[in-house]
């Protein structure tokens, strides 16, 4: 008797279990069976009441089949649980979408992909160098006579090193002879770079800056190439026609030299406060190579001619974004940022 009854409250069980829906259904079907006054709990508690004989049969058999429901009733809460509740999972498609923040480059990296678009039109190949730099690229290679005033026009941070003096390179012009080490003429390179200058800091000037450099050699250069490259260059990045002035300079790496300007970006010329009612806007320095340097790189000596040119990519950022502080840019202050 009481062994039938097992087997149907088992297999009863089975079935209820298999047609529950969510916890509740499945912890009041557990409840019926094996709760306080379950069924197989009512039969487990009539055991006593039994003969000898009948309770060394019923019992294992009724505690065996309250374990079975205990485990299958685990089983199932689990499978419930895993199950998705489409009620909740239900999305409205008609609600506005979260906004997802999006990073954007920095001005500098813009103006460097933008130069490097440029003249890598025009066939330049674009080239690095290291910031930690020796005294002797960063100085004596481009033609600074030791103790030298012309040293002091780059006030720099000299790194204690064991053998070589060492610089954090105040310019990009070192590159020139590192390129030209390895390569022969004719060949055009610009090469942008960090450098660092030890400066007191205001709204124009920085410590940590970027220049870059462009170096145009063969055996005819002269500065009517670089008059033209210019042009071209200043009038791609800046998207209206510019024209370039030169005014008589002095650099050790160049000779002749010159600081050139191009026509203000504003007032194409006409004169305005942004050029100070010139015109014009000073830009960089520029010049053709001096024979010392193309020496320290291991050429002949008067065999190739070759200009170059260099100057911040900060203050033309500040020119094409109007941004009146060159602090900003190494600020990492994100009102700041986020406006490109
Ligand atoms: N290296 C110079 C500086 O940082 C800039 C410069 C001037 C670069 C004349 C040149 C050049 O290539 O020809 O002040």
């Not at 370039?244 to 970006?265: G, V």
């Not at 911040?312 to 700041?336: P, V």
Request: proline fraction near 5%; include cysteine; charge should be positive.
């Amino acid at each position: 008797m009481e062994k039938e009854k097992i087997i149907i409250i088992k297999s009863r069980f089975l079935a209820e279990i298999g047609n529950s829906r969510n916890e509740k259904e499945l912890y009041d079907i557990k409840v019926k069976f094996v709760g306080r006054n379950g069924e197989l709990t009512k039969i487990l508690k009539n055991l006593k009441n039994l003969s000898a004989v009948e309770r060394k049969e019923i019992g294992p058999l009724a505690n065996q089949a309250r374990q079975e429901i205990e485990g299958i009733y685990e089983n199932r809460k689990k499978e419930l649980g895993s199950q998705v509740d489409w009620e909740k999972e239900k999305i409205d498609v008609t609600l506005p979408g979260e906004k997802i923040s999006r990073g954007s480059l920095h001005p500098i990296t813009l103006v460097y992909r933008e130069i490097e678009k440029i003249f890598s039109s025009m066939g330049f190949e674009v080239v690095e160098g290291p910031e930690l730099e020796t005294d002797w690229y960063n100085f004596t290679a481009l033609n600074f006579p030791l103790d030298h005033p012309a040293r002091d026009m780059q006030d720099t941070f000299w790194i204690k090193s064991p053998k070589e003096k060492m610089v954090l390179r105040t310019h990009t012009s070192p590159v020139q002879v590192r390129y030209m080490e390895k390569r022969k003429p004719p060949f055009r390179i610009i090469v942008p770079g960090r450098v660092y200058r030890n400066e007191a800091t205001d709204a124009a000037h920085e410590h940590t800056l970027h220049q870059f450099e462009a170096l145009v050699v063969g055996d005819d250069i002269n500065v009517g190439h670089f008059k033209y490259i210019a042009k071209e260059f200043f009038s791609a990045f800046f998207g209206k026609q510019i024209n370039i002035r030169l005014r008589p300079s002095f650099f050790p790496f160049t000779e002749p030299s010159f600081e050139f300007d191009i026509s203000c970006t504003v007032c194409g010329g006409k004169k305005c406060p942004s050029c100070k009612n010139s015109g014009w806007l000073e830009i960089g320095g520029a010049g053709m190579v001096n024979q010392n340097v193309f020496v320290s790189a291991g050429y002949p000596r008067n065999k190739y001619q070759g200009f170059a040119w260099g100057f911040g990519i900060e203050r033309l950022a500040m020119m094409k974004y109007k941004i009146d502080d060159i602090r900003w840019f190494e600020s990492g202050d994100l009102r700041f940022i986020k406006q490109f």
